[in-house]
């Protein structure tokens, strides 16, 4: 079946540090979502990518669809304390369902 | 604008007592509503999906059942708890098919 793989499986990194992590499929995704979830909190969707090359920003956040369309990227600028959690990519599966990758764990020191 | 609720937080059972979790939705009609479960440092688990009242898929075989009795009212039980169903439970919902999915706050289960 469609797996996603994301890399690297945890960042440890320093306050003001850019982080870029990523996410690919076995399978093209007509659509990519990158969510972040807080320590004991649901995952909270940052960006919805919808069209192969798209790059969208919300806030410091910069997420890319690949044109390969097996693909997908996720940077972070400057990072804060308040940016530690788990990134979790995810697209289309089954019918009304959506496949969640393995998530990236990042750390941020002061 | 719409909300995701899940209660409770947080539950202690003991190995064999009954479950139910309860996830509501406000703001949108007709939504898809799912349960996952997520084990420490681990990702996400479909376990139930519904597409409309009464309408449930289940996903891996397990110890749990889901019910949809209304159209924005999504329940997960048991009847008897088992010390590996326990883990974080999240409901979510989305508008249909691929659609981004919203996730509630979680509960936290520890079966003792």
């Known amino acids: 079946g469609q797996q996603l793989n994301q890399s690297p499986q945890s960042m440890f990194i320093q306050e003001g540090e850019d982080v870029s992590m990523n996410c690919t499929s076995s399978?093209?995704?007509?659509?990519w979502l990158w969510y972040k979830q807080d320590p004991g909190e649901g995952p909270v969707l940052l960006i919805a990518?919808?069209?192969?090359?798209e790059l969208t920003s919300n806030g410091r956040l910069t997420a890319q669809f690949g044109i390969t369309r097996k693909d997908s990227f996720l940077n972070i600028s400057a990072s804060i304390p308040s940016d530690v959690g788990i990134y979790f990519c995810?697209?289309?599966?089954?019918?009304?369902?959506?496949?969640f990758g393995t998530g990236t764990r990042l750390q941020v020191f002061p | 604008s719409q909300t995701i609720h899940q209660w409770p937080a947080t539950l202690v059972q003991p190995v064999g007592s009954p479950l139910s979790l309860e996830c509501t939705v406000e703001?949108?009609?007709?939504?898809?509503l799912y349960w996952y479960r997520q084990a420490a440092g681990r990702g996400l688990q479909l376990l139930f999906y519904?597409?409309?009242?009464?309408?449930i898929s289940s996903e891996v075989p397990q110890n749990l059942s889901a019910s949809r009795p209304q159209d924005r009212q999504f329940i997960l039980s048991s009847k008897k708890l088992l010390l590996s169903d326990s883990g974080f439970y999240l409901c979510?919902?989305?508008?249909?098919?691929?659609?981004?999915?919203?996730f509630g706050d979680g509960t936290r289960l520890s079966i003792l």
């Open positions: 399978s093209i995704f007509n659509t």
């Open positions: 990518l919808y069209k192969a090359g």
């Open positions: 979510a919902w989305s508008a249909g098919g691929h659609q981004p999915q919203h």
């Open positions: 519904s597409v409309g009242i009464g309408q």
């Open positions: 703001g949108t009609s007709n939504p898809n």
């Open positions: 995810a697209g289309p599966g089954d019918t009304d369902k959506l496949i």
